[in-house]
């Protein structure tokens, strides 16, 4: 059977086969519609990472003099001084005159170290400590808990225990480099409230992540949203 | 029957009134809900072991849970949760299951190895859960005077109590404040120095705060009750409390510990639009009615309000009924526009008013009727019922516009208006049960389902059953006798006898215009169709291979649907679910949601907003964000989304996920997958490899992993032979260290008839760090020996949350989606973790909507196929024919799937629970066509016209009730293609392109599949 040519075909069949074509054009415009629908980029996280980095706090390493509190608690007497016992471990870390701070992350000391028994309380089994105050009242009969340096760590490299990963493969951090995340190994020197002390594996100047490296996979790109700063926390029982 | 009722007018109205009344009534007492209510056979254990690590939740609480529960029949599928502390088993049952007798099943069950389990564990709370009941309200409390603790005291105390007393409220939970509590904070330097251990303390407590009752004394006819009483009468009391040390020396409890009268360490909090409260959230009961509790409670607010304490403000922070609500309203009005339309259509058609007037009586008189056996049903008013009557719409008219139009012809050879409504409606009565027939039986199969799905499926189906039999009585009944008490036969033009009225023929002009051209379109039409019957008979066989072609092209247009389970849609409201790392505190997780609440205020379409943290946990939070109703605002809810996410992309450790609407499941991911595999090890690599895959595919806007990063914990790994040495045990040493990080709160304190928790536990300035662990001491035979003697201290990882999946450890892949939707994607996914190569024993399955999407296909496709086969079965008997009448109606089922597809594929809908269900509707619908132009070629064959002539007839004869009972139907269901749910602009969608290739193929495939037939017919079977 011959085919028709369009010019011999009548009107009417000419507009069938118009519609008939306009279908197909509709069917396959819409078809490139719904690929460039799925094909096109969404706003994600991952999209957002990939585009400026995955947002981390980072801390500039300093080596800096770290102190290292113990604490002990006191009832306030009369006197206004407050009196109280430590154990001999502790004890032996005291010195009379020495500061003494009320509270975890306070810089300023509110008394000192007057009085360091140095005969054991037959009655408790313990050494009596008494505290004189200069910066702080309470009432009488009040309790306190009070830190006081034991230990100066000269020139530490010292960051949060929270940041670094222990398993058995040994200690990790993650690090800022070049705008992206290094993840190195490190070497512990000591752990404690004050934080960990880190040996080896960074050095002054590094920057190291504080939040967001549980998302972090080795070179990825970061962004630096924050940069934290200042000295150790004053928490911690002693080395 | 039909004669009587056109004779008895006053019968006929009154026949019909008793439904309508009866319909009225039923109104008043239908709940109206978002979903059919439904018994879950869901039960649930939650089994609290305080301390606990998920590793020993999951060995020493679920696995056992799992393996006795296991063992009930009708089991379908087994869930569990290994969480810190907490252990969770979700059983759910085969549908068909008593959930009740199941429930005191898995209780017993439960009961019976309470003995093997840990003797630390609180009691196991089990029960039915339904998956579907979220709080109908949440309101919340704030105050400039009050603090946290008597805020929630007031809330728990007095407001609680008031809510709980409105009809139908099942419990009301309190959250967020402080829980009042009496905290002993021991300081473990002063322990030392009275030489008492946590252990010692606690115990003193427990033989101190008793309350024994010592029965009776009697004398003679009176007795007299005897009780010794020892319980703290005041905090006073507490801290006066005798301690006597192990060397004889004593103390008070206040010497070596301070004594608050304070609250509960913060694991939970609320806020509402940025500001601390204290939440209540107010669950029905299940049989309660959501809208009318919110209603009351809305009623009586002011009257809490006015006894509020000075400075504490109550307000309704969300109503999941507001939506309920204004979506009922928008379908009503949807009904009504279409009632309109198809009272429009009629009178574009035929001309008459009288005859649209009839038709705006018998929609309502059907669907108000249709109430009452709804009501009879126990059903509710809600999203499928209500969906059910709006795509019946054209349906309930169909039968009345065949009668109407017959009767029209009747009159016009005759002039008694009661003989032409007797014989016009007996003429169509068997094409009218044909197609009414057709309509119901394919919602037998839907009524015969199984599985959840089934169960909303019968409110849908039955609701379309009993609005077609009152459409059916309504045709039979009212339109004969409306027909012949309104229908005038016309008598030439009445023009000239009276004065024209200028102002109404001005006013009604166009009405004739639009009438005219619907006229000269018709006549238009059947003109050109002329020429493609003539067409399609000059090349019958060429027509069907074009339509066979077309019918398998549509078919390759499939993939470029989008398929989901239940697509989501913009209602107003989306919840941002954001987790923190393992080992966050509640004040870090608060941090980061001030971050977001802080950028949600800069929001213009925000409505309000409230935060809830701690509800899973202290490092999960979630903030549900109300924004301003979708007309009010120029953007989409998804765009508000985007402007989040590039804002919470960069705030360092926070996961966030987005659910959509009020109904999603929340932090349920559209697209769900559960990897199970024999190392956990292992599974972890793979997870996070799939997780890495999914991210880089570009359709999610975020994957949540089950599995965290784990957090560091500190372990006491006790030296045997040391605790042996000081005359310990394991127990005694175990039980002190968790007595002194955690707490020990069994001793109560009773105050005006209320009791609150006395937790004892160490200072928290001594419980901070790892080495504080030092300074707890444990009383031996040897006096006072330091924890980290007796053991020694590791830091080591925390295990993450454990789940399970039939009993097997599965890890969890969340993926939600940014486009697409999850049957497209699930595609997608494959191709990628195919490459990952999976080992033996290791593997993934889609779980989640897929699960329930695969349900709903295999539940609706036998519902499909049982449709088809008992609308031929009906067709057969009807017309007491095997081939040439039944199969030709029959191929409009298949040719309507073309329009099905070009319909949801040129409106970008998806194939989803509503549009299955609209195919399975539309098997009854599409045959109508058919019946009726083929019962008229059928008659006129019988009167000895040939076989293609008696087509020509049946086709011109019966083209404009074909257009306008099909037109009906469509604009019946138009409006709902602009709705706001998703679901039913696809249900919308199915229908209309359902019913327009149902016009096109009736009257090209038709006529030629049954001259084939009957050839075949006339050639091959003897009658």
């Known amino acids: 059977m011959k085919c028709p040519s369009l010019k011999n075909l009548n009107p009417r069949a000419k507009v069938y086969a118009a519609m008939l074509l306009f279908g197909v ?4 415009i819409r078809i490139v519609l719904v690929q460039l ?3 096109r980029q969404i706003v994600s996280f991952v999209s957002e990472w990939e585009r400026y980095g995955r947002p981390v706090l980072v801390k500039e390493m300093m080596a800096v003099d770290v102190p290292v509190y113990t604490k002990f608690t006191v009832i306030i007497g009369q006197d206004g001084s407050a009196r109280g016992f430590v154990t001999g471990d502790i004890k032996d870390k005291l010195a009379q005159g020495q500061a003494v701070y009320p509270n975890a992350n306070s810089g300023i000391p509110c008394g000192a170290i007057s009085e360091i028994g140095q005969e054991l309380d037959m009655e408790t089994g313990m050494f009596p400590v008494t505290v004189g105050f200069s910066n702080f009242s309470g009432a009488s009969g009040s309790r306190l808990v009070l830190f006081a340096q034991t230990q100066t760590l000269k020139a530490a490299l010292v960051v949060p225990n929270d940041i670094v990963d222990i398993s058995k493969d040994g200690s990790f951090l993650w690090k800022v480099e070049d705008g992206k995340a290094r993840k190195i190994h490190v070497k512990i020197g000591s752990r404690n409230g004050y934080g960990t002390l880190i040996a080896e594996g960074i050095g002054s100047g590094d920057l190291v992540v504080l939040r967001g490296q549980d998302s972090l996979s080795q070179n990825d790109k970061v962004k630096i949203v924050g940069r934290q700063a200042g000295p150790a926390r004053r928490t911690g029982m002693g080395l | 029957m039909i004669a009587y009722f056109v004779r008895h007018r006053i019968t006929t109205i009154m026949f019909v009134l ?17 979903t059919p209510k439904m018994d879950f056979p869901i039960v649930t254990v939650s089994v609290t072991y305080p301390g606990a690590t998920p590793l020993e939740v999951e060995t020493l609480v679920v696995k056992k849970i799992e393996d006795v529960v296991a063992e009930i029949s009708e089991i379908k599928k087994i869930k569990s949760q290994a969480y810190e502390s907490l252990a969770f088993i979700s059983i759910e049952f085969l549908i068909e299951a008593d959930v009740n007798v199941k429930s005191i099943e898995v209780k017993d069950k439960v009961d019976a190895i309470l003995n093997d389990l840990p003797d630390s564990i609180e009691k196991p709370i089990i029960e039915k859960y339904d998956p579907l009941i979220v709080p109908v309200m949440e309101l919340v409390l704030s105050s400039d005077t009050l603090d946290g603790r008597d805020l929630y005291e007031y809330a728990d105390k007095t407001l609680k109590t008031k809510i709980s007393s409105i009809a139908g409220v099942a419990k009301v939970d309190v959250y967020g404040g402080k829980k009042r509590q009496v905290n002993v904070w021991l300081d473990p330097m002063l322990m030392k120095q009275h030489y008492i251990s946590i252990g010692e303390v606690v115990n003193a407590m427990l033989l101190k705060n008793m309350n024994i009752p010592a029965g009776a004394l009697e004398k003679g006819f009176n007795s007299l009750g005897a009780r010794f009483t020892g319980e703290f009468e005041s905090i006073d009391e507490i801290a006066r409390m005798k301690l006597v040390s192990s060397d004889g020396s004593s103390c008070l409890l206040k010497d070596i510990a301070t004594i608050e009268d304070s609250y509960k360490k913060i694991d939970s909090m609320a806020r509402y639009n940025g500001r601390e409260v204290v939440g209540l959230s107010i669950n029905k009961s299940s049989d309660g009615n959501a809208v009318s509790i919110a209603r009351d409670l809305r009623r009586r607010l002011d009257a809490f309000r006015a006894i509020l304490p000075r400075g504490v403000n109550l307000d309704v922070a969300t109503d999941t009924t507001t939506f309920i609500v204004d979506e009922t309203h928008a379908t009503i009005w949807n009904i009504f526009i279409g009632l309109l339309l198809t009272a429009a259509i009629l009178y574009f058609f035929i001309g008459r008013w009288d005859i649209a007037f009839i038709a705006c009586i018998i929609i309502p008189t059907s669907i108000i009727s249709t109430l009452f056996p709804m009501w009879m049903s126990k059903f509710s008013i809600n999203m499928l019922t209500l969906l059910a009557i709006a795509s019946v719409l054209g349906t309930l008219i169909s039968n009345a516009i065949v009668i109407i139009e017959n009767v029209l012809v009747h009159l016009e050879r005759s002039d008694d208006p009661e003989k032409a409504a007797i014989e016009g409606t007996q003429e169509v009565f068997v094409p009218i049960i044909a197609a009414t027939g057709t309509n119901l039986v394919v919602f037998m199969p839907l009524s015969l389902m199984s599985g959840i799905v089934g169960v909303f499926m019968k409110s849908f189906g039955l609701t379309v059953v009993y609005a077609t039999l009152f459409s059916l009585l309504a045709s039979f009944a009212l339109t004969p006798m409306l027909c012949a008490a309104l229908l005038q036969p016309k008598k030439g033009e009445k023009r000239g006898t009276g004065k024209p009225n200028v102002i109404l023929e001005a006013l009604f002009a166009p009405l004739h215009w639009i009438r005219q051209g619907i006229d000269a379109g018709m006549e238009f039409l059947k003109k050109e169709y002329r020429h493609i019957f ?24 499939v993939p470029y649907l989008e398929s989901d389970f239940s697509p989501k849609s913009d209602e107003d409201q989306f919840v941002i679910n954001m987790v923190l790392p393992q080992g966050s505190t509640i004040e870090r997780t608060l941090e980061a949601c001030r971050l977001v609440e802080g950028y949600i205020e800069k929001i213009p379409e925000k409505k309000s907003y409230l935060t809830n943290i701690g509800e899973n946990g202290v490092e999960n939070a979630k903030i549900t964000l109300d924004l301003v109703s979708l007309k009010d605002r120029k953007r989409a809810d998804t765009e508000i989304m985007d402007e989040l996410t590039k804002f919470i992309a960069a705030i360092p450790d926070v996961e966030v996920s987005y659910d959509r609407g009020m109904s999603a499941e929340s932090g349920t991911g559209d697209v769900a997958i559960d990897l199970y595999g024999i190392d956990y090890d292992t599974m972890i690599g793979l997870s996070q490899q799939m997780k890495g895959l999914m991210e880089q ?28 040495e000081y005359g310990l045990t394991a127990a005694t040493v175990g039980t002190s260290f968790r007595s002194s990080v955690y707490g020990e709160d069994t001793n109560t304190y009773k105050e005006k008839g209320e009791e609150y928790k006395i937790n004892i536990e160490l200072n928290d300035a001594y419980a901070q760090e790892a080495d504080d662990i030092k300074v707890i001491s444990v009383l031996s035979r040897k006096g006072l020996i330091p924890l980290d003697e007796l053991g020694t201290l590791v830091i080591d990882k925390t295990v993450p949350m454990i789940r399970h999946r039939d009993r097997v450890r599965v890890i969890h892949l969340d993926g939600f989606l940014g486009k697409s939707s999850m049957g497209v994607v699930s595609g997608v996914l494959d191709k990628r973790f195919k490459a990952m190569q999976f080992h033996e024993g290791y593997g993934y399955r889609y779980v989640g909507n897929a699960e329930h999407m695969d349900e709903a296909t295999r539940e609706l496709g036998k519902a499909f196929v049982l449709g088809v086969i008992l609308t031929f079965m009906l067709l057969c008997a009807l017309m007491n024919s095997l081939i040439a009448y039944p199969l030709a ?16 594929f040129f409106l ?17 619908m599409v045959v109508n066509n058919a019946i009726l132009m083929l019962d008229y070629t059928l008659i006129k064959m019988r009167e000895g016209v040939p076989v293609k002539e008696a087509l020509w007839i049946g086709a011109t004869e019966k083209f404009r009730a074909i257009m306008m009972t099909s037109i009906a139907i469509i604009l019946g269901v138009l409006p709902q293609l602009w709705s706001v749910m998703e679901a039913k602009r696809a249900m919308g969608g199915v229908m ?32």
Do not use: C
């Open chain 2, 908 to 924: 970008g809908l998806s194939i989803n629970i509503a549009s299955m269900m609209g195919i399975v509707m539309l098997v009854g």
């Open chain 2, 889 to 904: 109606i029959m191929t409009t089922v298949a040719t309507s799937l073309i329009g099905i597809i070009l319909g949801l």
């Open chain 2, 992 to 1023: 209309t392109g359902g019913m327009l290739a149902s016009i096109v193929f009736t009257f090209i495939l038709v006529p030629v599949v049954f001259w084939y037939l009957v050839r075949f017919e006339k050639r091959f079977v003897k009658h």
């Open chain 1, 25 to 28: 054009i509709a069917v396959f």
């Open chain 1, 37 to 39: 629908d799925r094909g």
């Open chain 2, 534 to 557: 003539d067409l399609i008979f000059r090349y019958p066989k060429a027509t069907i291979i074009s339509v066979v072609l077309l019918f398998f092209g549509s078919l390759m247009l």
């Open chain 2, 697 to 724: 595919s570009g359709y999610f806007k975020s994957v949540i992993l089950s599995y965290k990063f784990p957090g560091d914990e500190v372990r006491l790994k006790p030296l045997q032979e040391k605790i042996a």
């Open chain 2, 18 to 34: 008793v439904f309508v009344v009866l319909g009225v009534y039923s109104y008043a007492n239908l709940p109206i809900e978002k």
